[in-house]
């Protein structure tokens, strides 16, 4: 280990959040980037791990990102001193992302990952006094008692329902709803047309499989959670933004025009609380 590099021993679900972390830092620098997180390329820099292992990056990761800022910087305009939730975070770079684009920032950020993503997030990002840990499970809802709801939350789920089991990921998203009247959540999930191979857990390399995925939802289902979790008001199908490649961007906008090929595009749902 170089005496400079920190180790991250990041296991299951957890170590999932260096493979997006390298996929990002490849991305950002990347001349014809799509994704501007210089702070994703030093902390890939500063780790020691052996990267290789999740075999060739896709700018897909880089894209949903992309989506969950569009969102939230969206909520944040509104809403300038609202508190950003940001659920099983990982090794994202959002926080700093968003403080550049926003002039004047005000808003907060609470971080909620498992105890090892903490100490490394700790460790290895930058300090700042809008933003503050929790080291625990999503799951254990005490963490919803350090948030201040009266001047609006804005809860990011990206890369974390997909690991929970199904009543598992409805109750999250039930407390969130019943917890912030006026916030919103944004979520992803896999294609429903993989689910079968993200329940066991699909491989992408010789040497790295993605942990089993047990809960999925077409973007039909969905877009009746309005009916279904009491709380949510109004679901919103969010789009990737824009890629490189025109295949990419035609396989995209292909998959948006027509309802039968819903199946093949990822959940991206953006759910406002009443």
């Not at 299951?12 to 490849?26: H, I, K, M, N, Q």
């Not at 659920?87 to 926080?95: C, R």
């Not at 809802?141 to 598992?168: I, K, N």
């Amino acid at each position: 280990m170089s005496p400079d590099r920190e180790t991250a021993t990041l296991t299951g679900v957890s170590e999932t959040a260096l493979l997006t972390l390298r996929a990002r830092a490849r991305e950002a620098g990347r001349p014809d980037a799509v994704i501007d997180d210089p702070l994703a390329i030093n902390l890939v820099d500063s780790i020691d791990f052996d990267f290789a292992k999740f075999g060739a990056t896709r700018q897909d990761m880089a894209l949903r990102a992309l989506a969950f800022d569009t969102q939230t910087r969206h909520y944040l305009t509104r809403y300038p001193s609202a508190t950003v939730v940001a659920l099983a975070e990982g090794l994202q770079t959002s926080f700093w992302r968003l403080d550049a684009s926003l002039p004047d920032s005000q808003f907060r950020w609470l971080t909620v990952d498992l105890p090892p993503v903490v100490e490394l997030r700790r460790r290895l990002l930058p300090e700042s006094p809008r933003v503050s840990m929790c080291a625990q499970s999503a799951l254990d809802y005490s963490w919803t008692e350090s948030v201040d709801p009266s001047r609006g939350v804005f809860v990011t789920a990206e890369g974390l329902l997909m690991y929970l089991q199904p009543d598992q990921a409805l109750g999250l998203i039930a407390e969130c709803a019943k917890r912030f009247p006026g916030g919103q959540m944004l979520f992803d999930l896999p294609p429903a047309s993989l689910a079968r191979y993200a329940r066991r857990g699909h491989r992408i390399s010789r040497r790295y499989r993605f942990p089993p995925m047990p809960f999925t939802m077409s973007v039909a289902q969905a877009a009746d959670l309005v009916n279904t979790v009491p709380g949510v008001r109004v679901v919103r199908d969010v789009a990737l933004p824009p890629g490189r490649g025109v295949l990419l961007n035609s396989l995209l906008s292909a998959t948006r025009r027509f309802r039968a090929l819903d199946s093949l595009r990822p959940t991206l749902t953006l759910l406002e609380f009443g």
